[in-house]
């Protein structure tokens, strides 16, 4: 007899047959939950932490998330995020500027007043704990077919030898020959004209003095451009004024118009909480470098000024004492947001690193630049020299060795070339000059280098293609061992960043992470993309570990510390009393308790009671692949049987520039102790 299944066998078979062809066509959709479900379980293991770290999301408010461009850690603990119109047009016409105080001890957030669009702005720390802020944006970038009015670069001259003029927003100039008119959309101080006497003759001789500001047509249409230069007169004047002020500009056409910098200055004062206006600097800037000297003042470099162009080599000195701006004698080109850092001597080194505009040919080679005397030295042997824009650069850990490195990179402007490739250079060698270091996790423009306690470099993150274009964010991280030479990958990221992105490290060891403004969303990149407003923390595997060591101050200082008393530290580490103010040279006692798991110094015996090593660790300040700011200085030290661990300050202001600073305590394990701050005032230094 044939057999023939039950009902119940062919309605089990038949649901069988049915969950396979499911399965089927959604084999890969439960694939991936599959994995995703293993590699959650996986990075979330214990041994998985001990060795890679751990990644996690920082539970911001919905009202405090912003497009954070710049972040800075300040000497209280918490951190500075600042987006001004955050790269978002409509907030720039609606003068939205943001910047948001997190602690992140607390994960408290604060809204800060801001004053003026700091949006692609310079900022550093300076000696007294303020943060520096200097320029901005003043108008945003048009392309060529969103240009309605025709303008351009209106020259304003002064023949009056006896007076300076100041002229309004949206005075009117009219050529004399084209009699087209064309209004200014800024005010222009035009200074008097120099006047020199021969001292044979007798004769006067005067030279017309001149400025700069950015004019549009009246209205819009083609008919309002002009082709060739022509002298303007300004409307308003008579008789010999009429004479003495007058303008001259070449094509007024409907090119492209790139971002416009402003010249505003603030401090924020990390205390009260509040920016505070300072002098502002001569020129306007737009992704300028501000970089602290070893004397306490600023040097301010670079940017596009108020009418979209690089400024020409002008540089500038910031004085706290004064809070006013002055001219460096001579004049030296860089491209816009160049890695510049304090170095021997007084000395910037600029490692060719930069983030955005500026000739492919001009200001672009690596050097040692003596800012008394204006001589640039040429550090040659860095591969890819054509695609160094976008790269991140980093002083190597111990900083006393001076060796800097240069990670990934890109073409120039919106060149979808990057590079893998590292570059070390040793500033101290008897003849400098680049060598290749180990290739990065891939590919990268944009990545983010933070310098940990342990002497480790964490890089993270970056994009193959300009701006992510072509989903091609890089999720991958690593840490690289300076004395060893060699890189590990380590936790991926979370979220992919990119340009306008940044990581700084905290004051418990942590390293926090900000930002992405992909430019499109899709792989085939017909999708506008959306700025990453997401901050991530990673926590490295030396939190991982039984315990970590602590290091509290005790009110004890030795020679060089300047002060009497002692104060509360609102460092974001917990409450610390004793001298926080130790100048270059001097000393000041801390108490060192080892952490339970820390190696024994023999076995069978306690845990070391003694630090491997003592870190001096300068705040980040960090925007668009720049971090100048960071350097991890290797500090003296004996210790005692009571726990107590001295430590001495190097006595050179080049390599330990005043400000605030954190000092870290690591275990012969590697595992660092929070940090306890530490202030150095300004030394007594002549600088150019």
């Known amino acids: 007899m044939k057999y023939r299944p039950s009902r119940r066998t062919r309605r089990l078979a038949i649901g069988a047959a049915v969950v396979v062809a499911l399965a089927g066509m959604n084999g890969p959709a439960l694939f991936g939950f599959a994995s995703e479900r293993y590699h959650q379980y996986k990075i979330n293991q214990p041994e998985y932490k001990a060795r890679n770290g751990h990644w996690d999301v920082v539970d911001v408010p919905r009202a405090y998330r912003i497009n954070t461009i710049h972040a800075a850690l300040l000497h209280t603990g918490k951190v500075l995020l600042v987006a001004g119109s955050g790269n978002n047009a409509a907030n720039f016409r609606a003068k939205s500027f943001r910047s948001v105080l997190w602690d992140p001890r ?196 670079s940017g596009l000024d108020d ?110 070339k990057a590079t893998a490739k590292t570059r070390i250079v040793d500033l101290h060698a008897p003849t400098p000059r680049y060598k290749d270091g180990p290739d990065l996790y891939a590919k990268a423009r944009y990545p983010s280098s933070v310098i940990l306690p342990d002497d480790t470099v964490l890089t993270t993150n970056g994009s193959g293609d300009y701006r992510g274009r072509g989903d091609s964010n890089v999720l991958a991280a690593e840490l690289y061992d300076p004395k060893a030479g060699t890189a590990r990958p380590v936790a991926d990221p979370l979220v992919g960043r990119n340009y306008h992105s940044g990581a700084l490290l905290l004051p418990d060891g942590r390293v926090m992470t900000f930002g992405s403004d992909s430019l499109y969303a899709d792989k085939d990149n017909t999708k506008p993309g959306t700025f990453q407003q997401e901050i991530d923390l990673y926590t490295p595997p030396y939190l991982f570990r039984d315990s970590r060591p602590k290091l509290t101050a005790t009110g004890t200082a030795g020679t060089g510390t300047a002060g009497t008393g002692t104060e509360t530290a609102r460092s974001g580490t917990g409450t610390a009393t004793g001298p926080r103010t130790v100048r270059l040279g001097g000393k000041v006692t801390y108490t060192y308790t080892p952490g339970g798991g820390a190696a024994p110094a023999q076995p069978g015996r306690e845990p070391n009671p003694k630090p491997a090593k003592m870190r001096l660790i300068r705040p980040s300040s960090f925007t668009h692949v720049t971090n100048i700011e960071q350097r991890s200085i290797a500090l003296g030290f004996t210790t005692s049987k009571n726990g107590r661990v001295t430590i001495t300050l190097p006595k050179d202001p080049s390599l330990v520039p005043p400000g605030w600073y954190m000092v870290n305590a690591v275990d012969d394990r590697g595992t660092p102790s929070e940090a306890v701050w530490l202030k150095v005032p300004v030394a007594d230094v002549t600088g150019p």
């Open 106 to 301: 607390r994960n408290t957030f604060k809204d800060i007043p801001t004053p003026k669009d700091l949006f692609c702005s310079g900022h550093t720390q300076l000696p007294d704990g303020n943060l520096l802020v200097a320029g901005g944006t003043q108008r945003y970038e048009k392309l060529g077919g969103d240009v309605k009015k025709a303008g351009g670069l209106m020259i304003v001259y002064n023949e009056d030898p006896d007076a300076p003029r100041t002229f309004p927003a949206g005075t009117l100039f009219t050529g004399r020959q084209n009699g087209k008119t064309f209004v200014s959309k800024d005010p222009v101080l035009v200074p008097r004209a120099k006047k020199t006497v021969d001292r044979v003759t007798g004769k006067v001789k005067v030279t017309h003095s001149e400025s700069r500001v950015y004019v549009e047509a009246l209205r819009q249409g083609r008919s309002y451009s002009t082709g060739s230069q022509d002298n303007y007169r300004i409307h308003g004047l008579t008789g010999e004024d009429a004479r003495n002020f007058y303008g001259i500009a070449q094509k007024l056409s409907f090119d492209k118009k790139d971002f416009q910098g402003i010249k505003d200055a603030y401090e924020f004062d990390p205390v009260a909480e509040r920016y505070l206006r300072v002098d502002p600097m001569n020129e306007a800037r737009w992704y300028p470098t501000l970089t602290t000297l070893e004397d306490g003042r600023v040097l301010s470099v």
């Open 307 to 416: 009418i979209g162009q690089v400024v020409p080599g002008k540089n500038e000195i910031f004085d706290p004492r004064t809070k006013k701006w002055s001219y460096l004698p001579g004049r030296r080109f860089f491209p816009t947001y160049p890695a510049l850092f304090l170095t021997d001597r007084g000395r910037v080194f600029y490692t060719g690193s930069n983030a955005g505009y500026g000739p492919d040919n001009v200001g672009r080679v690596p050097g040692i630049w003596d800012l008394k005397t204006n001589r640039f030295q040429v550090v040659p042997g860095i591969s890819d020299p054509k695609i160094l824009e976008t790269s991140m650069s980093v002083l190597l850990p111990p900083a006393q060795q001076q060796r800097y490195m240069v990670l990934g990179g890109g073409g120039v402007g919106e060149d979808p």
